[in-house]
């Protein structure tokens, strides 16, 4: 069921528990092709994970973070929840995402970024009350929008512009993966959430350091590096603004590590350092 208006951003949400997957998800299942998709049948929401033996969902290129040309940023300071009318197919064959939202939409045009949960999209339409995005395999595999439906609350921000304040950190909206939230404790007013993750993912995670979960700019306070875990607080202010409050232990969220720990790792691989203490 559709909740009934755009939380603004000058009341605090309901935090209602979020629900499990049914008629969108289902649809976006049924559009993939059965052979590659394994539902497992762990009691935790959405344990789904996508197989890429079909040539569309099945990329060349080996896992690992990418180093890309910056081409839109955001700074991971969430600018409203917006409400999902719509996830399903589209008649040329891909994704479409509609999005209800309100602050986003001042001064849009097609072709602006948006991130969703911290996912950089494109808009491709949009009307005074929704904006629509695209969504491609890789961001099906790499993301949990997939596990989205009508009436599902998401983080929202606009690409920041060179007047903007950075409140954040340097975030481009790339999803290096999701983890999995597997405590949640409440401390007076604050919420403390810990968050299973790849290795591959976790070496990028100091602690004090930056990480966007679900396109918010969060700081690290520990890493616990033999459960494969880090964890971070949230004040109540924040705890207002953002979805994470609303998901459950079980449940996936998006993650984009800091991009300076990725070009520096790359610098130290390439001989960059040795370059210059040998010139």
């Not at 839109?72 to 008649?91: A, K, P, Q, R, S």
Request: glycine letters at 8%; one cysteine or more; proline letters at 4%.
């Amino acid at each position: 069921m559709a909740l009934s208006s755009l939380i603004s951003t000058t009341r605090t949400p309901n935090l209602s528990p979020c629900r499990t997957p049914t008629i969108a998800s289902k649809t976006v299942l049924n559009f993939l092709p059965t052979k590659h998709l394994k539902l497992t049948t762990i009691s935790k929401p959405y344990s789904l994970s996508l197989f890429t033996a079909n040539p569309i969902f099945n990329s060349k290129i080996k896992p690992h973070l990418r180093t890309s040309t910056i081409r839109c940023l955001f700074t991971g300071i969430v600018e409203e929840m917006g409400e999902v009318n719509h996830l399903g197919t589209n008649i040329d064959g891909g994704f479409d995402l509609k999005i209800k939202a309100k602050t986003v939409l001042d001064g849009v045009h097609l072709g602006d970024s948006i991130a969703v949960n911290g996912t950089c999209l494109t808009v491709t339409s949009f009307t005074d009350e929704e904006f629509t995005v695209g969504l491609s395999p890789e961001t099906l595999r790499k993301t949990s929008l997939i596990e989205l439906e009508p009436g599902s609350l998401v983080n929202l921000e606009r690409a920041v512009q060179p007047t903007s304040r950075m409140g954040g950190h340097f975030v481009q909206g790339h999803v290096d993966g999701t983890g999995e939230i597997v405590n949640r404790e409440v401390e007076g007013d604050s919420l403390w959430v810990k968050v299973k993750a790849d290795r591959s993912l976790l070496r990028y995670v100091v602690p004090k350091g930056f990480i966007t979960v679900d396109g918010t700019s969060l700081t690290v306070v520990d890493v616990f590096d033999e459960e494969d875990c880090f964890n971070f607080m949230m004040v109540s202010y924040t705890q207002q603004k953002a979805v994470i409050p609303l998901k459950k232990v079980g449940q996936k969220v998006n993650l984009e590590v800091d991009i300076l720990g990725k070009y520096v790792e790359r610098l130290l691989s390439s001989g960059f350092v040795e370059s210059i203490k040998a010139s």
